[in-house]
Structure formats: structure tokens, C-alpha cells
């Protein structure tokens, strides 16, 4: 059982804020990508989509600067020099989700698909699971920097939610492929289902990693 922690950088708030404004950017990025779906399959790529899928990059842009900031800083202070190299790769990986939900978007953006009404709903359900799994993901990771003893539960509920993304996207892929549409069309959809799944994807091998390393900060 992991014990109980105090913040791990309760000596330096400021690296702390940062941090926390990190994490707040994938909730951002989150919502904003589900709006900016829900959006797309309503009106297509009209001037609120356009306006959604600005916001997004911008969330991503910012989360680079902090990400980077981060870094500079982890090395600025002299730090638990036995974990920074860990944390590191936690940013790093964490930007990553981030990054997916915007380049996900920008695909909508720019390849404009067309997405059969009969399966708009499993779409949105996708994506939903797909931030909910990066949402948890991201309370899991704020909990390795605050108190291990949360990190495990989080965890599990990003496996859980990966297992039930995999399950629709599969549901979604067969359906697709059993439907009349031409192959090119096919080819195109399963393109974005991948990719909306791919974001709970990264949250679980995100995780994997989260979950070794509070192993090795818990010893």
C-alpha cells in the first residue's frame, strides 16, 4: 500500500503552480475538444468549430511554454535529484495527450470527413471515453506530486475506461467496415476512430509509467 506524501515540491510553490497550471491544461483541452466534435458532426467545419479548434491549439501552445518552463526549472532548483529524471518523463509524456487532442482536431479541420449519422453517437462516445480516460489520467498524476496514496485508484480507472474505449471503437470499426460505403471512405473513418482511441491509449501507457515510478518515490 503506498503511503501517505506531502507535495513533492512543497518547498517551491512557484514550481508547484506550474505544475498545476500543466495539469489544468489537459482538462482544457479535454472539453474543448469534445465541444469542438460535437460541433463538427452538428454543422461541420463552421465558424464556432473553427473557433473551438483555435482555442485548442492555443491550449496546446501554452502547455508547450509551461512544459518547458518545467524543465528549466527542475534543473534551475537543485531537486530530488534521484526522481528528476522520472518527472521528466512524466511531462514530457503528459504533453503528448495534450498534443494528441489537438492534432485529432486539426484532422477534422482539415480533412473535413464526412461521418454517417448512424454512427455520429459512437463517435461522441468515443471521444468522451477518450477524455475521460486522459481526465482521470491527469488526476492520477496530479496525486503522484500530492499524495501516492490516490494514484492507484485513478489508475484503475484508466484502465477501465482504455478497456470500454477499445470496446466501442471495435463496435464502431465493425459496423463501419460491414457497411456498403466505398473502401476510400472506410479507410478515412477508421483513420479518426483510431485516433480519438489512441488519446485513451497514451492515457493507459501514460499510466504505466506513473505507476512504476510512484513504486520506485513510495520505497
Known amino acids: 500500500m503506498f503511503h501517505i506524501h506531502l507535495s513533492l515540491f512543497s518547498k517551491t510553490k512557484a514550481l508547484e503552480n506550474e505544475i498545476d497550471r500543466f495539469h489544468d491544461k489537459l482538462i482544457d483541452a479535454g472539453m474543448t475538444f469534445i465541444q469542438a466534435v460535437k460541433i463538427y458532426l452538428e454543422n461541420g ?33 537543485n531537486l530530488i535529484p534521484d526522481l528528476r529524471a522520472d518527472v521528466l518523463e512524466l511531462i514530457e509524456n503528459f504533453d503528448k495527450v495534450i498534443n494528441k ?39 492520477a498524476s496530479r496525486a503522484f506530486f500530492r499524495d501516492l496514496s490516490a494514484v492507484r485508484d485513478y489508475s484503475q480507472k484508466v484502465y477501465f475506461i482504455e478497456h470500454e474505449s477499445d470496446l466501442c471503437s471495435r463496435k464502431l470499426l ?15 473513418l477508421r483513420q479518426f476512430v483510431d485516433s480519438i482511441a489512441d488519446i485513451a491509449d497514451q492515457s493507459e501507457d501514460f499510466i504505466d509509467r506513473l505507476l512504476i515510478f510512484t513504486i520506485k518515490r513510495d520505497l
Do not use: W
Not at 101 to 128: G, N, Q, S, W
Not at 174 to 188: N, P
Open 174 to 188: 465493425e459496423q463501419i467496415f460491414a457497411s456498403d460505403r466505398s473502401l476510400a471512405e472506410k479507410l478515412q
Open 101 to 139: 487532442f489537438d492534432e485529432v482536431t486539426y484532422m477534422f479541420f482539415a480533412e473535413m470527413p464526412l461521418i454517417p449519422e448512424e454512427y455520429r453517437k459512437m463517435f461522441i462516445e468515443l471521444c468522451h471515453l477518450s477524455a475521460d480516460a486522459a481526465e482521470n489520467m491527469c488526476k
Open 45 to 77: 467545419r463552421n465558424a464556432d468549430f473553427k473557433k473551438h479548434s483555435k482555442q485548442i491549439k492555443l491550449i496546446e501552445h501554452s502547455a508547450d511554454d509551461l512544459r518547458r518552463s518545467i524543465e528549466n526549472n527542475l534543473y534551475g532548483y
